[in-house]
């Protein structure tokens, strides 16, 4: 009876410790899961959480400085191109450029001042810009319209390159007025 006693024992705390040691095993694999997920989460995604989608033309409004150094087919050769500008989004699918030149092959062609053009972003923050009279681009409008990429499409066959715009604080009272070089 006393050995009956004693395996019954020894088999109620093995199963004790079983139990113990599998919820334990249990709670680090969830832990490490969820460090895993936390750590393993893009800083898009993390953003995207922040601003959350969808997008559209409201989501780009206020003056953003665009650079691009690329190439421009230019009479069947490709020669340096170089730009910078400030292109206001209004908020509403139009656009003005309060500043701007463009560099081809050394030669400053273009002063891209009071430019107007139009845009268009879709859901997924994709989207079109067309500034009159100059080339067209596919845009895409990062997390918190912090920063637009745009890809010239156009004239056919377009320039090589990407250009990013990033958006400019605004620093006066009024951030719908046209602003000028000496605001930027």
Not at 32 to 41: D, I, P, S
Not at 73 to 87: D, I
Request: net charge positive.
């Amino acid at each position: 009876m006393k050995e009956l006693k004693q395996k019954e024992t020894i088999t109620m705390k093995t199963k004790l410790t079983k139990t113990i040691m599998s919820s334990l095993a249990f709670t680090c694999a969830f832990g490490c899961l969820v460090a895993a997920m936390a750590l393993g989460t893009s800083s898009t995604a993390r953003a995207t959480a922040r601003f959350p989608q969808p997008c559209s033309v409201q989501t780009l409004h206020g003056l953003y400085v665009w650079t691009f150094d690329g190439y421009e087919n230019f009479g069947g050769n490709f020669v340096p191109k170089a730009v910078m500008q400030g292109l206001r989004f209004n908020g509403d699918g139009t656009t003005f450029n309060p500043f701007g030149t463009v560099n081809i092959g050394g030669t400053i062609i273009i002063d891209a001042t009071g430019g107007v053009g139009t845009y268009t972003v879709a859901a997924d923050c994709t989207g079109t810009l067309s500034i009159t009279g100059a080339p067209t681009f596919n845009i895409y409008v990062g997390p918190g319209a912090q920063q637009v990429w745009t890809l010239e499409t156009s004239p056919n066959p377009a320039g090589i390159g990407v250009s990013v715009g990033t958006a400019v604080p605004c620093r006066s009272k009024n951030c719908s007025a046209v602003t000028t070089t000496s605001d930027v």
